[in-house]
């Protein structure tokens, strides 16, 4: 079994930045992939972005370039950097972890959640 705990989250104004943190716990770095989702008010989870066992990132196309991803084994946590926010951000950001080399962006492919924090861009 793991657990994943979010953090950081937080109102923001458009074009701000925030940091967010994601803790893993009963497992090893070495064994699991991590990924980034958020779901908006009336919208559906979607993908935000992944970090595999060897440190390959992935990002939805929406967050590219303003997103950076990146983890720390020896902690067992990842990090979600977000530069230049938009109000279309907002939404309850998700860290999720799977026993996989390489982040799914289906979220059904992954064991264990976090309980989500909210992020909100708003002047």
């Known amino acids: 079994q793991a657990q994943v705990v979010e953090s950081g989250g937080g109102l923001v104004q458009p074009g701000g930045s925030l940091r967010l943190s994601c803790a893993a716990s009963?497992?090893?770095?070495?064994?699991?992939?991590m990924g980034w989702f958020r779901q908006a008010l009336g919208k559906e989870r979607e993908f935000v972005s992944g970090i595999s066992r060897g440190g390959g990132k992935d990002y939805a196309d929406s967050v590219k370039g303003r997103f950076t991803i990146s983890r720390d084994n020896a902690k067992v946590t990842v990090y979600l950097q977000m530069n230049s926010l938009r109000p279309e951000d907002t939404a309850v950001y998700y860290c999720?972890?799977?026993?996989?080399?390489?982040?799914?962006?289906?979220?059904?492919?992954?064991?264990?959640w976090g309980q989500g924090t909210q992020v909100t861009v708003s002047a």
């Open positions: 999720a972890a799977v026993g996989a080399w390489y982040p799914p962006r289906e979220a059904n492919l992954y064991n264990y």
């Open positions: 009963g497992r090893t770095a070495s064994s699991i992939a």
